[in-house]
């Protein structure tokens, strides 16, 4: 693929504990806090800004297995960070340690955990199928 795209990459993202964050808000739970379904996307986007944009045009990754660890409870008002760092490349494979911070951000601020697998992908080819499988479903 790309000689770019090498172990060691990092891709970061971060947000507000908000409301719309929470496990309440998502349905997840029955508290305010951040919700594992908001800290699942926060670690594949984190693995997406860590090497999408080093990709040829119309080509992405998808994620294809997530093994994640929630530790920690974070209340709104809350900062979090969520950080990919690429670990391993097997062809078009990608894995990922993707770790959660709040701030003050710190190895004992960790709020959740894993390991997370991409696969690069053709946006033409991906698209095509699953434009197929929806025309068979019908």
């Known amino acids: 693929m790309s000689d770019a795209i090498q172990p060691g990459l ?9 409301e719309e964050h929470t496990a309440q808000h998502l349905g997840s ?3 305010r ?7 699942v996307l926060l670690m594949e ?3 997406v800004a860590a ?8 080509y992405c990754t998808v994620g294809a297995h997530l093994d994640v ?19 391993e ?3 078009r494979r990608l894995t990922f340690r993707v770790q959660v911070f709040e701030a003050p951000f710190g190895e004992d601020q960790l709020v959740g955990e894993g390991i997370h697998r991409r696969a690069i992908v053709s946006l033409q080819r991906f698209g095509d199928s ?3 499988k929806a025309a068979e479903a019908l």
């Open 10 to 18: 990092r891709g970061e993202i971060g947000l507000v504990v908000a």
């Open 29 to 31: 739970g029955a508290v």
């Open 33 to 39: 806090v951040l919700a594992t379904p908001q800290m």
């Open 45 to 47: 986007q984190a693995s």
């Open 51 to 58: 090497v999408d944009h080093l990709l040829p045009d119309g």
């Open 69 to 87: 660890r929630h530790l920690a409870p974070t209340p709104e008002g809350f900062e979090v960070r969520a950080i990919a760092e690429l670990s």
């Open 89 to 91: 490349i097997d062809g």
């Open 130 to 132: 699953v434009a197929q």
